[in-house]
Nanobody, 125 residues
């Protein structure tokens, strides 16, 4: 059984919005530090946003002011609300998780042992 399952990707025009979801079966959910990463063709995977168990978010510069990461413990789900999408946001988006806090590098993929399968986001200009 997959431990992290993303959904919500799709195709949208520039300026549009999408909401990604990541359903987690890792428990206890409240102990998870969770993050969104993305990978465009020919590029390295990059951190987009992360959120610790107390709900404090961290954003990459590319996401600040446009994306919002939040979590719903009652649904054991992580979300990424993406507004004002740009063509350069086109990528496969991955959900990642780890138990316990990250001392350094909360947007470093090396800090996350659990990964979803990814959901594709395509933004047309």
């Amino acid at each position: 059984q997959a431990q992290l399952v993303e959904s919500g990707g799709g195709s949208v025009q520039a300026g549009g919005s999408l909401r990604l979801s990541c359903a987690a079966s890792l428990r206890p959910f409240t102990m998870l530090t969770m993050a969104w990463f993305r990978q465009a063709p020919g590029t390295e995977r990059e951190g987009v946003a992360a959120i610790v168990n107390d709900g404090i978010p961290t954003y990459a510069d590319s996401a600040k002011g446009r994306f919002t990461v939040f979590r719903d413990s009652s649904k054991e789900t992580l979300y990424l609300q993406m507004n004002s999408l740009k063509a350069e946001d086109t990528a496969v988006y991955y959900c990642a998780a780890r138990f316990m806090a990250v001392a350094n590098g909360i947007l470093d993929s090396a800090n996350y042992p659990y990964w979803g399968q990814g959901t594709r986001v395509t933004v047309s200009s």
